[in-house]
């Protein structure tokens, strides 16, 4: 079975293509997730993503995270799938659409030659209403709650870019203590599909530091749906314009948040190899 890996600032995916037929048996995909993307014993990766056709679209992804979840988009996955779908000729217009669990996506690509330099994202409109996100918290949209995690308080705005998200703003990391509070608020209960959780600096009216810890994953180094949410969550507690740049640890990402309440996220896809799989990582 042949593989591709490829990133967005740093959040890396290993790619299966099967757009053109998927084996007789098909594999179990979480376990294959959580083999692969072992950094150790496996490829290495933050998710799976699956190249496979669409009666919708112009492809659909299948996203698996690390841990064999799977969840409803991802923001680097798909600019780098779009790049993928593009350079194997199996869409040849710009703008193209891709099925996600989240709805069909446009995505714009920015072409030099033949040379796939950034893709800008048609993210689609940002979810508040508590029930949809889905947050069990009074109000919509729910900016500024409480959050009590394990006696310690914060303040956090939830926001869904298909898949939640739980923004809270710090004045630095310094105090933070990413590894245990990340996860546990991963997992609190009023989040019943659990969250991903954006830890934000407002640097300017114009951009934002963003630390992340994916529902799935873990830490990353950049989270597409995360910034997006983070730049609603941000206009939403007026501390910034609507056009924002997000500096995160695998780079910096463009988000904008238009007067047509659809969000756009613009940034790079790059490739690392291509390999074969032996059959010894798949048993």
């Known amino acids: 079975m042949e593989i591709v890996k490829m990133h967005g600032l740093g959040n890396d995916f290993v790619f299966i293509d099967h757009f053109q037929g998927a084996p007789a048996e098909l594999p179990d995909y979480p376990e294959l997730a959580r083999k692969l993307c072992h950094r150790q014993f496996g490829v290495g990766g933050d998710g799976l993503i699956m190249v496979l056709p669409s009666a919708k679209a112009d492809a659909r992804m299948r996203i ?91 303040e956090f705005t939830a926001v869904s870019m298909g898949n939640p998200h739980c923004v809270i703003f710090v004045e630095d990391y310094e105090t ?77 990402l463009l988000i904008e948040w238009g007067e047509d309440n659809r969000v756009y996220m613009t940034g790079p896809a790059a490739y690392v190899f291509k390999g074969v799989l032996l059959e010894d990582a798949l048993s």
């Not at 193209?96 to 669990?101: D, F, R, S, Y």
């Not at 689609?124 to 947050?135: A, D, M, R, T």
């Not at 997992?187 to 963003?210: A, D, G």
């Open 176 to 252: 933070l203590d990413f590894e245990r509070i990340g996860p546990a608020i991963e997992k609190h209960p009023l989040f019943p599909r659990k969250t991903n959780v954006e830890f934000i600096i407002v640097n300017s009216p114009r951009e934002l530091t963003m630390k992340v810890w994916e529902r799935g994953a873990g830490p990353t180094l950049a989270c597409g749906t995360g910034a997006c949410a983070s730049v609603v969550a941000a206009v939403l507690n007026g501390r910034t314009e609507r056009k924002v740049t997000v500096h995160l640890p695998g780079g910096d």
């Open 64 to 154: 698996l995270n690390s841990d064999g979840s799977e969840p409803e988009m991802c923001g680097n996955g798909i600019r780098c799938f779009a790049r993928y779908i593009y350079d194997q000729g199996y869409v040849t217009k710009n703008p193209l659409q891709v099925e996600t669990l989240a709805g069909i996506l446009t995505l714009q690509l920015s072409v030099a030659g033949d040379q796939v330099t950034g893709v800008r994202v048609d993210m689609g409109e940002p979810i508040l209403k508590s029930e949809q996100v889905p947050v069990l918290s009074q109000g919509d949209p729910v900016v500024g709650a409480k959050l009590d995690v394990d006696g310690q308080e914060f």
